[in-house]
């Protein structure tokens, strides 16, 4: 499984990077391809590239406000969720999005 991703939060600090390891740290896990950008206070880190998404089977992205450039995300399945989600239940959020992806495929 592939995922693409952004987060960010109100004050584009703290949460937003502690999401981003949660998501990376569970991808490891679950032995997935995880690659999140983050739109922080500092602005965009770790930006996603034209490979990065086109590889991807979807896109997550875990935020509380609006992200910029989710145009490049065109034509990919994606998920929204609060930031929170991603720092407190990464497991179960890339286990749903895996059923969604399944349910989609059928």
């Known amino acids: 499984m592939n995922i693409v991703g952004i987060t960010s939060c109100t004050c ?6 502690m999401a ?9 896990k679950f032995g997935w391809s995880v690659k999140i950008e983050t ?3 500092g602005g965009v880190e770790f930006a996603l590239t034209d490979e990065d998404i086109n590889a991807a089977d979807c896109v ?13 995300f065109k034509g ?4 929204k969720v609060p930031v929170a ?3 407190k239940s990464p497991e179960h959020l890339l286990r749903k999005i895996e059923e969604k992806l ?4 059928k």
């Not at 997550?60 to 490049?72: H, K, N, P, W």
């Open 12 to 17: 584009g600090i703290a949460h937003t990077y």
């Open 20 to 28: 981003r390891e949660k998501l990376l740290e569970t991808g490891e």
């Open 39 to 41: 739109q922080g206070s």
């Open 60 to 72: 997550l992205i875990a935020s509380d406000v609006a992200v910029s450039g989710t145009e490049r």
């Open 76 to 79: 990919k399945p994606m998920v």
């Open 85 to 87: 989600t991603a720092i």
């Open 102 to 105: 399944g349910a989609m495929k």
